[in-house]
């Protein structure tokens, strides 16, 4: 059998897996249902089934209590498992079945395994989040190569980096559940995160219920009915305006047939009409762009492209307003496979540069290097050659690196006057251009013999040097034991090293008499070890349809 690996895009509403073909192309691998995208909708049928996709969503309003949609919200609180045929199920199990369901379809139609995957999160997802991403992927069976960003994955799929010169791209991510708005400085040597912003709350699911809306008003008004739509009505209803919304991109008009209640209408609904009723939610969009747009500014960069990401924005209204305010015409291929075409060409890169370190090194050991970590592997696990020859891709094999920015603040807890505060040392969206960044600061103890220093961690969105304590944010705590006999402000340094995984190592040294303490921190979202292998095993006796 040939060897591929695969990108998958774990999207809010839906989900996307792609790998490059022999010829060196990115190709998205359909379902077994034949469609390219697969609805991110889980339905526990029975205690040992799992229906995942269109299925699924369409039988959300015949089985709510048993259907899971917009599960990526909920990830990196791993806590926050929902409760399903009497047993809880946490949203990294949920997403390993999404992965699973797209995985084995792909592995059918294809006929090879899927076992090797660069999976995509949100550029503002942090530590909790990225391992929650990755902890699915394992509890799915698969071997995660490495989580990259969406938007760094669109820039890569639309070729962004085959130029030589410097450029700025804006990617425009207008998805089912979410908006991002990515701004990227990109070259044919490195690709770094400028600035990002979005509204979470904001997706095509908001179009779809401006057209719920306005279908309800001209059902009511065509046939009379004066009661309340039941949740099948509503159901349906959801799904045609979704349909609706979708047509409309290529018709300037279309016809919706509603029963409600013994009753029928038809309603027709016009680009023109749909583009008034959802003008707000564009607004919106293209307010936060603008945002994202000045904090660039601030930074030096001006905006040389806009690249269209996302569903949604096949709305010939998105290419409309951005042309409009930027005047500037936004690059769109396929909106809703740029980011798995993407993962599976960083995927080939990541592989292929696995393979060449397969060198035991001086020590006998063999070692990967992935976003910063190095870690001892098993030689033999890499050993096959790829199906594509990385140099017929469109990049000519040249593996490029991926410069990525913080996605949060870490602070320590610092005595000032008669109180605390945090005191941020790595600042959000802080390039790394190495994989990772290092910062050290000198503090004092604050009173003479002391015992120890608790150096507690705080994680948040928050840039400004300064913030209140909330307990809410604290990562973890490390504690450097002190001689006992330091008088007061005896200098402390702590230093924190946080890589591209999100792992943060911090570490604590008393300059008097050197002693030390170090400390790796994950987000307290975070699951267990044991209980991802567990995960696994159970995973394997469900049947994924
Ligand atoms: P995600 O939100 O999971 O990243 P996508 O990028 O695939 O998912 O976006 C899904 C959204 O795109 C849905 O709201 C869907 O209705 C919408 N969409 C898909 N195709 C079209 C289309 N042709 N016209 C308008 N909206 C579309
Ligand atoms: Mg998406």
Redesign the pocket.
């Known amino acids: 059998m040939a060897k591929y690996v695969f990108g998958i895009?774990?999207?809010?509403?839906?989900?996307?897996i792609a790998y490059v073909d022999e010829t060196g192309r990115a190709t998205v691998v359909n379902n077994s249902e034949g469609t390219n995208?697969t609805p991110?909708v889980v339905n526990f049928a029975s205690p040992n089934q799992v229906v995942v996709g269109q299925v699924a969503k369409e039988n959300a309003v015949i089985d709510p209590n048993n259907t899971i949609s917009l599960v990526?919200t909920l990830m990196g609180k791993s806590d926050f498992a929902t409760n399903y045929n009497g047993e809880d199920k946490s949203p990294e199990e949920v997403s390993a079945y999404i992965l699973r369901k797209v995985t084995e379809d792909a592995s059918k139609l294809i006929d090879a395994e899927v076992k090797d995957v660069v999976i995509t999160c949100p550029a503002y997802f942090g530590t909790a989040e990225r391992t929650a991403t990755k902890n699915a992927g394992i509890i799915a069976g698969l071997n995660v190569l490495e989580i990259i960003s969406?938007p760094t994955a669109a820039a890569l799929y639309y070729g962004c980096a085959k130029e030589q010169d410097e450029k700025t791209i804006l990617v425009f991510?207008?998805?089912?559940?979410?908006f991002d708005v990515t701004i990227m400085s990109i070259s044919s040597e490195k690709i770094e995160v400028v600035c990002s912003d979005g509204n979470h709350e904001l997706?095509?699911?908001d179009?779809?219920e401006a057209v719920m809306r306005y279908l309800a008003e001209e059902f009511i008004a065509q046939t009379g009915f004066d009661g309340e739509f039941d949740e099948y009505a509503q159901q349906d209803m959801r799904l045609k305006a979704?349909k609706a919304?979708?047509?409309?991109?290529?018709r300037e008009e279309v016809p919706v047939m509603l029963d409600a209640a013994g009753l029928r209408a038809r309603i027709s609904l016009s680009r023109d009409k749909f583009d008034e009723i959802t003008s707000t939610l564009l607004g919106e969009a293209i307010d936060k762009t603008d945002a994202a747009i000045a904090v660039a500014k601030d930074k030096g960069y001006a905006i040389d492209e806009i690249l269209l990401?996302?569903?949604?924005?096949?709305?010939p209204q998105v290419t409309e307003a951005l042309v409009s305010r930027y005047g500037m015409e936004p690059k769109i291929l396929e909106?809703?496979e740029a980011?798995a075409k993407g993962a599976a060409i960083h995927a080939v890169n990541v592989y292929v540069n696995n393979q060449k370190s397969l060198e035991p090194d001086a020590a006998g050991e063999t070692t990967v290097t992935v976003g910063g970590t190095t870690k001892e592997i098993n030689a033999d696990d890499y050993k096959e050659e790829l199906a594509v020859q990385p140099e017929m891709m469109s990049i000519g094999g040249k593996t490029q690196k991926v410069v990525v920015a913080t996605t949060k603040s870490f602070a320590v807890e610092v005595s000032v006057n008669n109180g605390s505060v945090c005191h941020n040392m790595i600042i959000k969206n802080q390039a790394m251009p190495d994989g990772s960044i290092s910062v050290s600061e000198e503090f004092g103890t604050k009173d003479a013999n002391q015992e120890n220093v608790e150096i507690v961690v705080y994680e948040s969105d928050f840039m400004d040097e300064n913030f209140d304590i909330d307990p809410d944010l604290v990562l973890g705590t490390a504690t450097l034991e002190l001689s006992g006999d330091l008088p007061a402000r005896a200098p402390i340094e702590v230093t924190f090293t946080l890589n591209t995984e999100g792992i943060l190592e911090v570490s604590g040294v008393d300059k008097t008499t050197n002693r030390e303490v170090h400390a790796t921190m994950q987000s307290k979202g975070i699951m267990a070890v044991e209980k991802v292998d567990e995960l696994k095993e159970k995973s394997k006796k469900m049947v994924v349809m």
Do not use: A, F
């Open positions: 895009d774990l999207g809010t509403t839906y989900s996307c995208t991110s990526k969406e991510d207008l998805g089912g559940g979410t997706g095509g699911k179009w779809d979704e919304k979708q047509q409309l991109s290529s990401v996302g569903g949604s924005t096949r709305m909106p809703d980011v």
